[in-house]
């Protein structure tokens, strides 16, 4: 399978480069830009591409461009600081900028070339530095009102800069770009398609298990479902499956995962329900990051006692996917900033007895969901939204207790079934709960007093969970919404919207 390594340079959109290219249907990986030679080249990319990134080239001790990467011959196309480097390294000019572009501009393409269209579009700027002089060799492709050089290539060597991201969409020709990168510079075949890597996947998994055997833990969220549906497909009888009721489910969740699971893994699902073990451990505890901590804890403890009843397991399965690792990459690392704290409390701890499968280690998302339905799971499933590993508990704000837990799962159903009624879930809202506060209010209901707790509703577009913004919902949407909890649910006189987006919020409260 052809593929494209790109060097990270710390830009807040690496992640995006990568994915678009994977929507190109061709397989990229992300690299720090000190990476190991060894470790980029075993990829045998296609091409590079050079990320952006916040230095400024002009800096003593900047990040430059490895050797190696020149040394392939292979095509580069740098983008902002990979431009910049670029240019550096093959002996161009670049001046640290007076003045930063930012914000939407018009290039204009000044030469017929590879990378691209004729004519003007609109592309999205953000930089200081700028080129003065490119180097020997090097055409100018596009201006912009405030960059003389907007693009450059040698078409000779098949190096190509742009000063502007295509990655992001506010550059409508953006994918146009990379494609006409990937597809005609570098000759990459569109291949990354759900099938073949499906089949990838399964030889993989077969090779790394041969005769031994594995356990899975599954949440019943798509990622892990989708790799047990994977591991089960590879290596059928070898693999058990592991599902814990923590408690902390929605309304009727539980009964449906196990279910689910029961009919991708037959008889060799096992089905705990350890939910009065978790609500126990929760007792009297109120602080958010405790509870995590409870949480997971137990979790592992659950998990280690049931695989141990299996006897002889070399392979713990996990449903990892990309995001997880590229974020805990950066956190090692020096060259990105960590958006997001949180770790996956349903992860389990490298000190228990197994090597780790993760089939889903080099996935994004919608890979994930696009193979979940090649292999021919319910589109209801594929679809679901994300829900953290301590379920419920993050969202229970105060005590959880089984008496605060009924009353956020009914309202929490009913913000769920109002948004399935209006066809507003996925599409246009990415995610969409009911939060219980632990104050109380005093209202009035028939002629009573009442002081009771409160709900807040959250419900977000995001497109990758990163960052997100509160979801315009319909007025009238809302009211329903607001009636029925009223209504319906005891213990609950009053309901809130949260007008915060991410940041500086969070999506969950906890
Ligand atoms: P935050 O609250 O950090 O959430 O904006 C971002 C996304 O992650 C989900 N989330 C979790 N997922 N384990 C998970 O697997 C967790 O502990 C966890 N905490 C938050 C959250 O629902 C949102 O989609």
Redesign the pocket.
């Known amino acids: 399978m052809d593929s494209i390594a790109i060097l990270d340079f710390g830009s807040q959109y690496s992640r995006l480069i990568a994915r678009r290219i994977r929507e190109a249907h061709v397989y990229c990986e992300l690299f720090p830009y000190d990476a190991l030679p060894e470790r980029v080249l075993s990829l045998q990319p296609k091409g590079f591409i050079l990320s952006g990134g916040p230095a400024s080239i002009t800096t003593p001790g900047a990040p430059t461009i490895p050797d190696y990467v020149l040394d392939s011959r292979l095509p580069i196309l740098g983008i902002c600081y990979g431009m910049q480097a670029l240019a550096e390294a093959l002996g161009g000019k670049v001046a640290a900028g007076v003045r930063r572009e930012y914000g939407s501009a018009t290039i204009e393409t000044l030469i017929d070339n590879d990378l691209l269209p004729p004519g003007s579009q609109s592309v999205w700027m953000s930089h200081g530095d700028r080129i003065e002089t490119p180097p020997p060799g090097f055409l100018i492709l596009a201006r912009s009102e405030n960059s003389s050089i907007a693009a450059i290539g040698d078409p000779e060597v098949h190096y190509y800069g742009v000063q502007f991201h295509p990655e992001v969409r506010h550059t409508p020709g953006g994918n146009a770009i990379l494609r006409a990168f990937l597809l005609d510079i570098c000759q990459a075949q569109p291949d990354w398609v759900p099938d073949s890597i499906i089949e990838e996947a399964i030889a993989k998994i077969r090779e790394q298990v041969g005769n031994r055997r594995a356990v899975a833990g599954v949440?019943g969220?798509v990622d892990s479902t989708v790799a047990a549906a994977l591991v089960q497909r590879a290596i059928g009888e070898k693999v058990d499956c592991i599902f814990i009721d923590n408690g902390l489910m929605r309304l009727g969740e539980a009964d449906a995962v196990a279910a689910m699971l029961r009919m991708i893994m037959g008889d060799r699902l096992i089905d705990i329900d350890a939910g009065s073990l978790f609500i126990e451990a929760l007792t009297g505890v109120t602080d958010p990051e405790a509870k995590?901590r409870i949480i997971g804890e137990k979790f592992i403890q659950v998990f280690n006692s049931e695989a141990q009843k299996l006897g002889d397991i070399d392979f713990l399965m996990q449903g990892t996917i990309y995001p997880d690792v590229v974020e805990s990459s950066a956190t090692e690392g020096r060259h990105s900033a960590r958006i997001?704290?949180?770790?996956?409390?349903?992860g389990l701890p490298e000190s228990l007895p197994f090597k780790l499968l993760e089939p889903l280690r080099y996935l994004f998302k919608d890979e994930v969901r696009a193979i979940g339905l090649a292999l021919g799971l319910p589109p209801s499933l594929v679809r679901r939204?994300?829900?953290?590993?301590?379920g419920l508990a993050?969202r229970c704000l105060g005590e959880v207790i089984p008496s605060r837990l009924k009353r956020l799962r009914m309202a929490d159903k009913i913000v769920t079934d109002e948004l399935n009624a209006a066809e507003l879930l996925h599409e246009e809202v990415?995610?969409a709960f009911a939060v219980l506060l632990p104050v109380r209010s005093v209202g009035v209901m028939g002629d009573q007093r009442t002081y009771a707790e409160a709900i807040a509703i959250r419900a977000v577009t995001?497109e990758d969970?990163?960052t997100?913004d509160w979801a315009r919902l319909p007025h009238d949407l809302l009211a329903r919404i607001s009636n029925r909890i009223i209504n319906e649910v005891e213990g609950v006189n009053r309901v809130v919207y949260d007008i915060t987006s991410?940041p500086p919020?969070?999506?969950?409260?906890e």
């Open positions: 949440s969220g995590r997001k704290s949180h770790h996956n409390v349903g939204q994300p829900f953290p590993g301590p993050v990415a995610q995001s969970f990163m997100a991410k919020a969070t999506i969950e409260w």
